[in-house]
């Protein structure tokens, strides 16, 4: 389960930088989580609150915010909501697609005491 090791360094992290302000508390973890990063946001949850626990953070509520997997075709410059089985253009049907969101895996901000 790759959601532990995930949830360590989301915990290291906000440790960390809160330190760095002398917190003595954290409340809360916001966390971007992308749609095509393959995380299980419950497994995630179950992790992070078992490893926090003994820390700054066991009483710090984890909300997590997932985005959507979204493609920018290269031929007609279309954004859209890519389909998980069908990576080609919604509009032109072009195979020829970047992917511009749901990769992210990253702490949008933590709140300390």
């Known amino acids: 389960m790759h959601e532990g090791s995930i949830a360590q360094n989301l915990l290291a992290i906000a440790i960390e930088k809160a ?3 002398k917190a003595n508390t954290i409340t809360l973890i916001r966390v971007k989580v ?3 990063t393959g ?3 419950a497994a995630l949850e179950f992790a992070f609150y078992n490893f926090s626990q003994g820390t700054i ?3 710090a509520s984890l909300k997590i915010t997932s985005s959507p997997l979204l493609g920018k075709c290269r031929k007609c410059n279309e954004v859209f909501k890519i389909k998980k089985d069908s990576f080609k253009c919604s509009k032109c049907d072009s ?3 970047d992917i511009i969101s749901g990769e992210d895996l990253y702490i949008e901000d933590i709140e300390i005491e």
């Open 39 to 41: 995380v299980n946001q």
């Open 57 to 59: 953070a066991e009483k």
């Open 19 to 21: 330190k760095e302000y």
């Open 95 to 97: 195979l020829e697609i």
């Open 34 to 36: 992308g749609e095509f």
